[in-house]
């Protein structure tokens, strides 16, 4: 088993394949193992590395809320790059993966080849703030209180995940068993410190005008609480693009691993060869028909 020490904390990390680094940064109810579909599509080509986050087991799960954060999820990420001394890798995140994805491009440009901003910006909208940390510490009291199959169940269930049991119940159950092998304490953590307190996608508005990171924004349809925050994001970041995938949910690189491969497999390949390039201005007018100068004469 190979483990990566960051910041004291054993991380445990996959490493498989040969080539660019493509690292992958697992959402709220995943791990290392929810990207198997990636990791045996990307092996072929790519170096893949996939780690489970501090909380999650064979990793540390640390007792002491302040090894917790969104700073520090983000930290893990270069942690590991340092770890298996890749000095620049594609990082593509699902959820609270997507969010460290992010701000692993807000921090450390320098490091990202590209980044994948997948099914994230839940809890974002400003008037559903307080509802999301209410929920927020609603589930972690459950974790804390009731038994982890149980609560995983619950989760597994919920409104964006719909789709994925629709579509692939025998994925489905696979994705909710994972979950319930998983740590009640590590989760309870998480939930409190990381997700609870990470900043909305609307106030890394600025920030993301200036990134130069190239950027994929990746969605599902029907994950609501994610469709404005992703068209938000494709708006702020210069040098991004959008995907929607129809008739999804929250779990897209399981739910429509196909599909997610082909379009994150376009994306890095544009970028390698330098034909990801920020947003030509002359697309933006406030007309639909004339440029933004003929417009305005």
Known sequence: MANALVNGISLYYEDAGLGVPMVFVHEFAGEAASWKPQIAFFGRRYRTVAFNARGYPPSDVPEDPSLYSQAQAVDDIRGVLDHLRIEKAHVVGLSMGGYAALHFGLLYPERARSIVVAGAGYGSKPDERDAFRRDCAAVADRFEREPMNEVAATYANGPTRQQFRDKDPRGWEAFRDLLMKQSAKGHALTMRQVQMKRPSIYE??????????????????????????????????????????????????????????????????????????????????????????????
Not at 204 to 226: A, H, K, S
Not at 238 to 262: C, M, Q
């Open 204 to 297: 890394l508005g600025e920030r993301m005008t200036q990134m130069t990171v190239p950027t994929l924004i990746m969605t599902g349809d029907e994950d609501e609480p994610c469709l404005e925050p992703a068209l938000y994001m494709k708006r702020s970041i210069p040098a991004s693009g959008l995907v929607v995938i129809p008739k999804s949910g929250h779990t897209i690189n399981l739910e429509e691993p196909d599909f997610f491969n082909r379009c994150v497999l376009d994306f890095v390949t544009a970028v390698d060869g330098g034909r990801w390039t920020p947003r030509n201005p002359a697309s933006l007018s406030r007309s639909a028909i004339l440029l933004q100068t003929e417009a305005q004469s």
